[in-house]
């Protein structure tokens, strides 16, 4: 399998600046191990990739045979020494052709095959490992260059693990099979060929090290404004209401001119390479040719002896210079390997412990934070937490207030673990939440986001996502209970209806109300809401607060607000600033205390506000 070699921790953003001269030179050091890679993929298809060996194997003994036939037909036929053998060699010409056309063909599925099967099985693992990692790797790579990573590199890819291999084994092949026939033939001649063929191949694998380095720089450039269009295209609207349209469009073709410039480099070297590669095994072929018919006109050899000779020779050149193109291609494939290598090389600093802590069973719902304090991995020196302390207890209903920044979302993203805090201890259920199994301490968790998360999928499918095992009639009760019932029959298709991505085709506050259908379907102990009705007019977060005063019934509930009317009502309010938590209390007794909350408060509920 494609697995990561290194242990590195998974922050390091991709590198996507244009290589320095000496990443040049390291790149045209480095050997083909990577496509090493792929060696796994390709044995989990053993009789498919043996199935292709054979008929590999065939389709060059056809090959090889091809000479002998002529060679006797030429001494034999044409020299009236056994005339009735044409018709005979003809016949045998034929059914070799036949042999090696099937056999081709059959190889040509085969390899094929193997290269489709493997290229969508790393891209399954890549895209797996992908989802394995934490959000600060997200953070400081680029989406756009790593979805050219798991899409035109594992498709450079596919080439060496298809067709690429099986035309460098054939040619191999052939190489050997006709420089030994070559012997067998005329060892005077093939001893001038022998001679010539280091001179041939040397100057090729120098020359493919300089193609491999252009290949890489060509895969980052075209990564690079991929990442470009990526980003753009999906904030078009943004993009658009600040009239930007020609800026970026400007900057996507400088950025498409860079790839043009470094694949046009790529493409001069692979041309000047195919120029010396035929160059020199023609004028080699050339040589031995005049060398060999001088021995014919002295009668030291014949006509059929040399005309074997020349199509082994033809053959042997042919498969040189068939080998420098696919070392073009295998040079691509192996920068390719090399970026997805990287690419697995990221590993996630949150993971699960070697030996989980089992997590009670039913989950209570209990919260704990002991003296924690966070920084963000781009901002380690802000403190995001700083020495923050709290419990909840099951079934309590907690709001979190406090001006943008304060740090409440961070503590959402320490309970379902997103990251680990620096100092200090979060507990779920009285377990450190670094000591239980990822998968079973965020299934205590439904979250209403701020942002909504919507998929282009089906309504059903978003409602559902994260219960697969979902009826259609829990996501209808779960669309009901979050009052989206209603609007969702009214679709052209209902349940069925297809979204646009990120649910475009909804409103705000439609988008917001099949995310929490979707929390009332995970059915968890621990709800998460974070301005769960923000997106929302006055009418619907009416229905929709009732709703989910419904669905927080017998549930710990952590609240994020900034519209203070939205958790008046809460057990406990609890107030951060600047990271820190400073006021803790009912909303009457925050009131009473004058402070932080209570300006808040002022701010929001003095008739003159909204003035």
Known sequence: MLQPVSSEPAVAPINRQEPRQEDAEKSRRISLKPLGRIRPYLLRYKGMLAAALVFLVLAAGAMLALPLALRRMIDLGFSGVEPELVDVYFGTLFAVGAVLALTSAARYYCVNWLGERVVADIRSDVFAHLTSLSPAFFEVSHSGEVMS??????????AAAGTAVSQAMRNVLLVVGSVVMMIVTSPKLSLAVLIAIPLIVLPLVAYGRSVRARSRHAQDTLAEASAYASESLGQVKVLQAFTNERAATSRFRRAMDRAFEAANDRAKARAGLTAIAMFLVFASVVGVLWYGAQDVLSGSMTGGTLGQFVLYAVFAAAAVGGLSDVWGEVAQAAGAAERLGELLEAQSDIQSPPHPTPMPVPGRGEISFADVTFAYPLRPDDAALDDVSFSVEPGERVALVGPSGAGKTTIFALLLRFYDPTSGIVRVDDVPVDMAELEELRSRFAMVPQETALFADSVAANIAYGSDDATPAQIEAAAKAAFAHDFI????????????EG??????????????????????PILLLDEATSALDTTNETLVQKALDKVMDGRTTLVIAHRLSTVVN????LVFDEGRLVEEGTHQQLIAKSGLYSRLAALQFAPDAAE
């Open 149 to 158: 990573r798991l899409t035109a590199d594992t498709t450079q890819v596919k």
């Open 570 to 573: 809460a057990d406990r309010i």
């Open 489 to 500: 029959v009214k679709l052209p298709d209902g349940y069925d209806t297809q979204l646009g």
């Open 503 to 524: 649910g475009i085709t909804l409103s705000g506050g439609q988008r917001q109300r099949i995310a929490i259908a979707r929390a009332v379907l995970r059915d968890a």
